[in-house]
């Protein structure tokens, strides 16, 4: 019987890798800080930010809240006091991994339509 590989899951982000896959500022993230007081994330003893997955989802939700659907800082704050599920977008990759698969795919897709653009279609 094959052994099942532990899978080592991390607990803390540091901001800057928090604001690339949100693809925000980091001080945009400090700013939401300030203005959402529930979003508190743990801190080093140098004092910088580690954010857990519950704070990197509430980030998600606000972003959602405020860039996509346009909410005021004050609506996303009601709307995020009333515990009513927000449709964000899904948080189980990160969008520059994502991206850069799509990319790939794309690429293979290209260079195969080059191919048969020189050779002709693999009809076999």
């Known amino acids: 019987m094959p052994l099942k590989e532990k899978s080592i899951e991390r607990m803390y982000w540091p901001i800057g890798e928090v604001a690339e896959t ?5 001080s945009l993230l400090r700013y ?7 979003l508190r ?6 004092g910088d930010r580690l954010y857990t997955k519950d704070d990197i989802e509430q980030l998600r939700q ?3 809240l405020v860039k996509d659907r346009g909410f005021t800082l004050q609506g996303a704050k009601d709307q995020l006091k009333r515990h009513e599920p927000v449709e964000a977008p899904p948080a189980a990759e990160l969008p520059v991994e994502a991206i850069r698969r799509k990319l790939e795919q794309v690429k293979a897709q290209l260079l195969q339509l080059r191919q048969d653009a ?6 076999s």
């Open 118 to 123: 020189v050779t002709g279609p693999d009809l």
């Open 22 to 26: 949100l693809g925000v500022n980091t």
């Open 41 to 46: 994330p743990k801190r080093t003893i140098k």
């Open 32 to 38: 939401w800080e300030k203005e959402f007081g529930t």
């Open 62 to 64: 606000i972003q959602h």
